[in-house]
């Protein structure tokens, strides 16, 4: 049995362990010990970005693991078990041997990485959440004026503190501040970062009680509470109960709950009520919908439950100065995929008619009426499913943005879905085919989807619709053409 001692950071670790796997120690052969130093000093990366890399190559071992394994041991070194190095390594040693597994959330050490991963993650998220810094006054007299500006004390589940100080480094600027915790301590002077071992509770340096701005937060804690909609199991499930005693607001918590529970729910309903006379008033639904601020990327738009089930948004695409929009239905799942409109099977189609009716691809701005991809799963195929109309309306937002920004002068309409999105009613295609069409000043053809060809039973109806929609560009461009001429008459 072979005894390493390291000091109990993933870099010491991860030096021993190449050391080891060039000797071809196996893992049953090391006795993994930390160091018995009472004092860690280190000066982290500030601002990292924590891309894991390939371990690095030693003069005798050549070592190469994935990204993924590279977070995944990382996370896990932070993990606080006295054999997390002993494990680390027996799962690099299977790695280095060739055994992939290893990584696999399936088999037995994979999936004890992952759980430690998992719970070094949640350890980091929370530490994020539940520090809160108290600001010292300048003229206090504490025992200690070396102190920063800010002071907090957190208790952390796994050793994610080096993680978290890089993190509120980079967001509180050249403000000062310490982090202290049971068995180490952050410091931050502006400019750099400092860890070091420590013992003493914060309350022993002159750790502040509360400030001006932690008493403005609990009056607006307190006022926002509202007992009426006091749900026990949500709150503890979004702030953990074990995190109240190191937040201001924590020791309000309980006896709010208490309230609530003795009747404080009925304080803003007032008795007569419900013993007072009157009439439904009918309002419809629309209009009864408060007003709310309209998103301002199409990625972060909720105006419909379509982005729940799609990979992303598909914006539309093509010069904004472009004379002719083509306006299709809604994503397929290529396009889906892509994040681009008409890449698929019937975009391909689309493309043989662009080209039959004299115009380039390039030319057009093409997008969709709807601008999420709406599916039902077959076997393992996402099959496209027909959009509703409160779905082609939530997305005419879009729509009307695009025609305003490009000002198109002929606006083609590929499938019923584009023209009852561009009339703003559900309309029939069969009726509006062939008919000329003003809306808003821009000429509006209606034709077939691209789509509708590839229904098709033979080769013959799939040309028939094919020359449908190349007839219908070609008039797009005439009229793009002359509406261009016109213009120039007129100038």
Request: proline share 5%.
């Amino acid at each position: 049995m072979q005894v390493i001692a390291i000091d109990d950071s993933y870099a010491a670790w991860r030096e021993a362990a190449l050391g080891a796997l060039a000797s071809g120690i196996a893992p049953e052969q090391i006795d993994w010990r930390v160091d018995g130093c009472d004092a860690r000093s280190a000066t982290p990366a500030l601002f990292d970005d924590h891309a894991s890399l390939p371990l690095a190559a030693s003069a005798a071992a050549k070592v190469r693991i994935s990204r993924d394994l590279a977070e995944l041991l990382k996370d896990a070194a932070l993990y606080r078990d006295t054999a997390r190095w002993a494990f680390l390594y027996r799962v690099l040693w299977r790695w280095h041997g060739g055994d992939r597994s290893v990584a696999s959330p399936a088999d037995t050490d994979g999936a004890r990485l992952y759980k430690m991963a998992k719970a070094v993650r949640r350890a980091k998220h929370d530490m994020i959440a539940y520090v809160r810094f108290r600001l010292r006054e300048p003229g206090n007299d504490a025992p200690a004026p070396d102190l920063p500006e800010y002071i907090a004390w957190y208790e952390p589940e796994h050793d994610v503190l080096a993680w978290s100080a890089e993190h509120f480094a980079r967001r509180m600027g050249r403000s000062t501040w310490l982090i202290s915790t049971p068995d180490s301590a952050a410091w931050w002077n502006g400019t750099a970062l400092r860890l070091e071992r420590r013992t003493a509770l914060p309350h022993d340096r002159g750790y502040p009680d509360a400030d001006e701005a932690e008493a403005l937060w609990l009056a607006y804690y307190r006022r926002t509470f509202n007992p009426a909609r006091l749900n026990e199991t949500a709150l503890e499930q979004h702030m953990p109960v074990r995190f109240w005693k190191g937040l201001p607001e924590g020791r309000l918590i309980p006896s709010m709950i208490s309230e609530a529970k003795s009747g404080a729910q009925r304080v803003a309903q007032a008795r007569v009520v419900g013993v007072l006379g009157g009439k439904s008033v009918p309002v419809d639904a629309q209009s009864a919908q408060p007003v709310r601020q309209q998103p301002t990327t199409l990625d972060a738009c909720r105006r419909c439950e379509l982005w729940r089930h799609a990979t992303q948004a598909v914006d539309g695409i093509g010069p904004l100065d472009a004379r002719i929009m083509l306006i299709g239905e809604q994503p397929g799942d290529q396009e889906d995929l892509a994040g681009r409109p008409f890449v698929g099977p019937a975009g391909q189609l689309l493309d043989i008619a662009i080209e039959r009716a004299g115009l380039r691809r390039d030319s057009l701005y093409r997008t969709n009426a709807v601008k999420h991809f709406k599916w039902m799963l077959r076997g393992k195929r996402r099959l496209h499913k027909t959009a509703a109309q409160q779905e082609i309306d939530a997305c005419g937002y879009w729509l009307e943005r695009e025609l305003a920004h490009v000002k198109p002068s002929v606006v083609v309409t590929l499938g019923a879905t584009a023209l009852s999105a561009l009339l703003r009613e559900k309309v029939s295609l069969r009726e509006w085919i062939d008919t000329p069409l003003d809306v808003d000043g821009m000429q509006v053809i209606a034709t077939y989807h691209p789509s509708f060809a590839l229904r098709q039973d033979n080769d013959d109806a799939r040309e028939r619709v094919l020359d449908a929609i190349t007839s219908a560009l070609a008039r797009a461009r005439v009229l793009a053409d002359t509406g261009e001429e016109r213009q120039h008459v007129a100038s």
